[in-house]
């Protein structure tokens, strides 16, 4: 049983970002990410700032966050009314989010297109986790 909560704790982490780089690494990474706002790199995620970035654990069925990326390099998740805010990066065909206190995860996607889903592994637990890149976005509560 201890061992499942742990992996629920990992997996809500990835889910809402990312534990353990600290203040510090968040602030540069964050710096980083902002510094050259939409440049050529950024034209692979064009469907990601139309629409909204479903992700899922098959593992944790209940588990389900909206995600909003946005042209300077932050992102929104939404899950159960609740927003919490990061940065994004790019990384080969990876594109990389972090939020302050926790860990940075990269996954499989850049280049999709609205209407694709998609499956990845959460780099720290092996996880099975479930991508969709839908056309609603909803206002941010």
Not at 84 to 92: D, N, Q, V
Request: contains cysteine; positive net charge; proline residues 5%.
């Amino acid at each position: 049983m201890f061992n499942n909560i742990i992996q629920l704790v990992l997996a809500c982490s990835l889910i809402l970002g990312a534990v353990g780089a600290g203040p510090a690494a968040s602030a540069q990474s964050g710096a980083a990410a902002t510094a050259g706002s939409a440049g050529p790199d950024d034209a692979a995620m064009g469907d990601f700032f139309k629409g909204s970035l479903i992700v899922t654990l098959p593992a944790f069925k209940t588990y389900r966050v909206s995600r909003q990326f946005f042209a300077d390099h932050t992102f929104a998740d939404v899950e159960k009314r609740k927003i919490a805010r990061g940065t994004w990066t790019l990384e080969g065909d990876r594109i990389c989010t972090q939020r302050p206190t926790f860990q940075r995860y990269c996954n499989l996607g850049l280049g999709r297109k609205i209407g694709e889903s998609w499956q990845d592994k959460d780099p720290y637990t092996g996880n099975e986790v479930d991508f969709a890149l839908i056309a609603e976005r909803k206002p941010l509560p």
